[in-house]
T-cell receptor
């Protein structure tokens, strides 16, 4: 079974641009969540989707948004990029949206904002 | 709200020695607790989790952790370190018996294994 696939692996953008990151969960998984990882702030929860509905949202500005499609694939979008948005963005999937579920993480998208 | 504190951002151990990574949590409701490992240039992989039941939890790669409610701790141990254990380890907590997969992570502990 294929793991969680995130594309692209690396991305370089400039301030003010917008970016879209993609995540394909493990087949059959309906829950997708996103995390931001930076050296300074560590791992922070962005949002979670289950069956195309946002179930939880972290404390990030409205410039960060996401969505989930009927095939469970998810995208996250960051508009008006700032230097501080440089981070590794990790996507994780699970079969259910329960807090005791094992999350399967992708390798992430490394975003650099210049 | 939940929070997690991992004592020591870096730990150095000799190959064959005990690995002990400390994790303390704060939660207003009974928590579910996790340890994840991250190898360089990879995502996170679940080592073990505590939800309910036995407080001593065994995971993959010889790791185990014990949930101690009185000490609000969930320390991770491995009796004998191997070179392949060099990685960053994250303790995480969620609200028990709640919907959603929102994990609150600790700051991480990077483990260096010396030959």
């Amino acid at each position: 079974k294929a793991g969680v696939t995130q594309t692209p692996r690396y991305l370089i953008k400039t301030r003010g641009q917008q970016v879209t990151l993609s995540c394909s969960p493990i087949s059959g998984h309906r829950s997708v969540s996103w995390y931001q990882q930076t050296p300074g702030q560590g791992l922070q929860f962005l949002f979670e989707y289950f069956s195309e509905t946002q179930r939880n949202k972290g404390n990030f500005p409205g410039r960060f948004s996401g969505r989930q499609f009927s095939n469970s694939r998810s995208e996250m979008n960051v508009s008006t990029l700032e230097l501080g948005d440089s981070a590794l963005y990790l996507c994780a999937s699970s079969s259910r949206d329960r807090t005791n579920e094992k999350l399967f993480f992708g390798s992430g998208t490394q975003l650099s904002v210049l | 709200a939940q929070s997690v504190t991992q004592l020591g951002s870096h730990v150095s151990v000799s190959e064959g020695a005990l690995v002990l990574l400390r994790c303390n949590y704060s939660s207003s409701v009974p928590p579910y607790l996790f340890w994840y490992v991250q190898y360089p240039n990879q995502g996170l992989q679940l080592l073990l989790k505590y939800t309910t039941g036995a407080t001593l939890v065994k995971g993959i790669n010889g790791f185990e952790a014990e949930f101690k409610k009185s000490e609000t701790s969930f320390h991770l141990t491995k009796p004998s370190a191997h070179m392949s254990d060099a990685a960053e380890y994250f303790c995480a907590v969620t609200k028990g018996r709640a919907a959603g997969n929102k994990l609150t992570f600790g700051g991480g502990t990077r483990v260096l294994v010396k030959p």
